[in-house]
């Protein structure tokens, strides 16, 4: 059995478990049975993700969520929910950056540096939202936030 195929057909499976994942009561036990470790982390990063699209009205859900997963799980949740729920509305960074407040701990501090990695991907070209993203930053990221984005366009 190819194991990327099989741990792509459990993971799809979240729908039948879809409260449980939402809740992330069930985070451990739905991603345990992966064939081996990279399809493991595949599959939190995947429900990672859905807890945060599912949790767009209220972000505390997320949170709530994350805080269920294994604790060597734990800080992905919170990163991966807050880059789905940013890459549902890039124009309010705010919502993701609740996200990442509301984690607390060294988590808020992991998921905000998580975010700022992944600025290039979460913006692309567009560089108001981009702009608007790091105005939305604590104080402390802004200014690395500022030198962080590479699509800047190109001055002729």
């Not at 799980?73 to 509305?89: H, K, P, Q, T």
């Not at 990695?117 to 108001?128: A, M, P």
Request: glycine fraction near 6%; include cysteine; proline fraction near 3%.
């Amino acid at each position: 059995k190819d194991p990327n195929y099989f741990g792509a057909c459990l993971r799809e499976s979240w729908a039948m478990f879809s409260d449980g994942i939402r809740s992330g009561s069930l985070a451990g036990t739905f991603c345990s049975g992966q064939p081996d470790d990279a399809q493991t982390e595949n599959c939190y990063q995947s429900i990672s993700s859905i807890v945060g699209r599912m949790s767009l009205d209220d972000t505390s859900k997320a949170t709530a969520a994350c805080s269920k997963f294994p604790s060597e799980w734990r800080g992905m949740c919170y990163d991966y929910s807050a880059e789905a729920v940013l890459e549902e509305n890039r124009s309010d960074a705010s919502k993701a950056i609740e996200v990442c407040n509301q984690a607390g701990g060294e988590y808020t501090n992991q998921c905000l540096s998580y975010l700022l990695s992944h600025v290039d991907f979460l913006f692309g070209n567009n560089t108001s939202a981009y702009k608007a993203f790091c105005a939305a930053l604590p104080s402390a990221l802004q200014a690395q936030c500022n030198q962080s984005y590479t699509h800047r366009p190109s001055v002729r």
